[in-house]
């Protein structure tokens, strides 16, 4: 990205973080489904963590305890719960919900918090991103797309809906930490404290005899977790400090469609009607609302 301006590397490391989180949720879903999610989390974070705190750790700002308990408490809750929800329903449902809740929460917050009433617009992607949530949650009860396991597909719709809150809180807790004069890769570095014990935890309760190891699959666990969780999250943040705002909410709004684009190449899952249906709404009222709070911005400098 050296010969590109640093914009246009911010906007390509951002589509970049985005494809390949897609892909990661995939293949995680049809290779991995034998690996536990806690082992899975586990190994991810681990590799994630040594990695941030080796080579990102500098910058940290005035110390504050409760956005930072609350950043690891809530990276643990979001990254055990949504790979949870993998295991459960598709992907393209799963990251769906999961970011479908974050505007609801904010109008929600907001409008407690400032007493006043959700603009009109603001209450019609709410409208438009509950009706697309309200189909695919039907598309995952009849069983549409993929679910691999016997078991009602609910927990997996709840995981995803824990997750979107959980990713809420992370966004409100890294903003009060950089607030402080921390540097993004310090928060990175300083917010797996809790989803490392918690996942290896959880991962020790299970039967070491259920997994048939083979260095194929240990090779696969490896690189889906590199490629899926700790490239993205640094193209990610490299996308967020060299580019505007709305480019990134445009391209982070495209990750369900995404998902569901790159699950036909996966033998695993099958075309599901409603679950493009619901994607759809999903992805059109994600856009408006960030097309609105573009051409919102622009009105001052005008």
């Known amino acids: 990205m050296g010969n590109l301006a640093p914009a246009d590397a911010g906007r390509a490391a951002v589509l970049a973080a985005v494809l390949l989180q897609a892909i990661g949720k995939v293949v995680y879903g049809t290779a991995l489904t034998a690996v536990p999610s806690p082992l899975f989390v586990f190994v991810s974070f681990s590799l994630t963590a040594l990695v941030f705190l080796l080579f990102a750790r500098k910058g940290a700002g005035e110390l504050a305890w409760a956005p930072l308990v609350v950043l690891n408490v809530a990276t643990a809750v979001t990254f055990l719960s949504f790979f949870f929800a993998l295991k459960l329903i598709e992907p393209a449902i799963a990251v769906a919900v999961n970011i479908g809740i974050g505007p609801l929460l904010a109008v929600l917050i907001a409008w407690r918090a400032g007493g006043g009433r959700p603009s009109m617009h603001r209450l019609g992607v709410c409208a438009g991103i509950l009706a697309g949530c309200a ?17 009602s597909p609910l927990p997996g719709l709840a995981a995803s809906a824990v997750a979107g809150i959980g990713a809420v809180a992370i966004t409100v807790a890294s903003r009060t930490l950089m607030d402080r004069g921390w540097q993004p890769g310090a928060v990175l570095a300083h917010r797996f404290y809790a989803v490392v014990p918690a996942s290896l935890l959880l991962s020790l309760g299970l039967d070491p005899a259920s997994l048939a190891w083979t260095p194929g699959l240990a090779f696969l666990l490896l690189a889906v977790a590199l490629v899926g969780v700790l490239i993205p999250l640094y193209l990610l943040q490299f996308g967020i400090r060299r580019c505007d705002p709305y480019t990134v909410m445009v391209t982070m709004a495209a990750l369900p469609a995404l998902t569901f684009v790159i699950e036909g190449l996966s033998p695993a899952y099958a075309w599901s009607w409603p679950t493009a249906g619901g994607l759809l709404i999903l992805t059109a009222s994600l856009a408006a609302d960030v097309v609105h709070a573009r051409r919102k911005a622009k009105r001052p400098a005008s």
């Open 135 to 151: 189909v695919l949650c039907v598309s995952a009860l009849r069983g549409s797309g993929f679910s691999p396991e016997s078991g």
